[in-house]
């Protein structure tokens, strides 16, 4: 099963333990245990004081690259029920990597990052899509997940931005509103 881990490194260093830790992949035959290693850049258009882009000396558009996660690393791994020792060591003992996030140290073995945080990430990045949510206020929909599951209610009011529906909700003879995540619900037909 492919799981997402976080590495940290020295702030400035992400690039470098990128670099090596590819390169040990290969060298030590962990091509089947990692898939992907990102250290997510974000570039932006350098402007002037008028508000308009600058330009170098060459006449190129200036552009300013800063790190995402400064410090961090994300490794997509293949793991059974948790992380082997071999491919944990062998990332723990990398140049310029201080250890994992969600390991205790002592021996620990780090915990991944939930697949719907690790979505929400690869969004941000540009990595996928963000899903099209297809339901409407005042919708008939059914809750798939949560504390309410099985429930129906109506769409209340949609929240876009942190992909989050409001839900009346029947509970104790009165309609109730229930915050869920977009994929907690699916519309009725």
């Known amino acids: 099963m492919k799981r997402w881990y976080v590495v940290q490194t020295y702030s400035g260093y992400e690039n470098s333990v990128v670099d090596d830790l590819i390169s040990r992949k290969d060298s030590m035959g962990l091509a089947n245990k ?3 290693i990102l250290a ?28 995402v ?23 723990r003992n990398t140049p310029k990597v201080t250890g994992f996030l969600g390991s205790s140290g002592h ?15 690869l969004q941000k990045i540009g990595l996928i899509e963000k899903p099209v949510f ?34 009346m909700i029947e509970l104790f003879g009165r309609a109730t509103p229930n915050e869920l995540r977009f994929e907690q619900v699916r519309k009725l037909a």
């Open 107 to 121: 021996g620990t073995k780090p915990v991944p990052i939930p697949q719907d945080e690790m979505n929400r990430i």
């Open 40 to 67: 997510p850049d974000q570039t932006e258009e350098v402007l002037d004081k008028n508000g308009k882009p600058a330009y170098d000396k060459k006449g190129n558009k200036k552009v300013k690259v800063t790190k």
């Open 34 to 36: 990692i898939y992907q």
């Open 69 to 91: 996660y400064p410090g961090y690393i994300f490794l997509e791994m293949e793991v059974e029920k948790e992380i082997d020792d071999n491919t944990w060591f062998i990332i």
């Open 134 to 167: 297809d339901i409407n206020v005042g919708d008939q929909v059914e809750v798939v997940g949560g504390p309410f599951i099985g429930q129906t209610g109506v769409v209340a009011s949609i929240n876009e931005e942190k992909e989050e529906v409001v839900v």
